[in-house]
Nanobody, 126 residues
Framework: QVQLVESGGGLVQAGGSLRLSCAAS????????MGWFRQAPGKEREFVAA????????YYADSVKGRFTISRDNAKNTVYLQMNSLKPEDTAVYYC???????????????????WGQGTQVTVSS
């Protein structure tokens, strides 16, 4: 089992920044690729960003590319999402998720991730 706890959400004005953190406990964190997803009211959960177990590769949704940065610190069992130039359409509950490095498939699809956090609310005002 892997337990994930997100933090860092809040209310910010358009153009502002937030940094989300996701602390993991349980099994070896460095064995897992990590992803961030988000879900806005009335919409399906969507992929935001992912990072491989070593941090060597990152992936982003087109809607956040150039504004968001995913990173991880395996010594601290934590993955981060730095969000800059926030827009009202970024408003959502943000979830971090873990998938074991041996699991095949696309990083962009939620069904490959076995463990999920409880989510943290991000609200961007215009």
């Amino acid at each position: 089992q892997v337990q994930l706890v997100e933090s860092g959400g809040g209310l910010v004005q358009a153009g502002g920044s937030l940094r989300l953190s996701c602390a993991a406990s349980g099994r070896t964190f460095s064995s897992y690729h990590m992803g961030w997803f988000r879900q806005a009211p009335g919409k399906e959960r969507e992929f935001v960003a992912a990072i491989t177990w070593s941090g060597g590769s990152t992936y982003y949704a087109d809607s956040v590319k150039g504004r968001f940065t995913i990173s991880r610190d395996n010594a601290k069992n934590t993955v981060y999402l730095q969000m800059n130039s926030l827009k009202p359409e970024d408003t959502a509950v943000y979830y971090c998720a873990a998938r074991h490095r041996t699991v095949l498939g696309s990083y962009y699809r939620a069904n490959g991730y076995a463990y999920w956090g409880q989510g943290t609310q991000v609200t961007v005002s215009s």
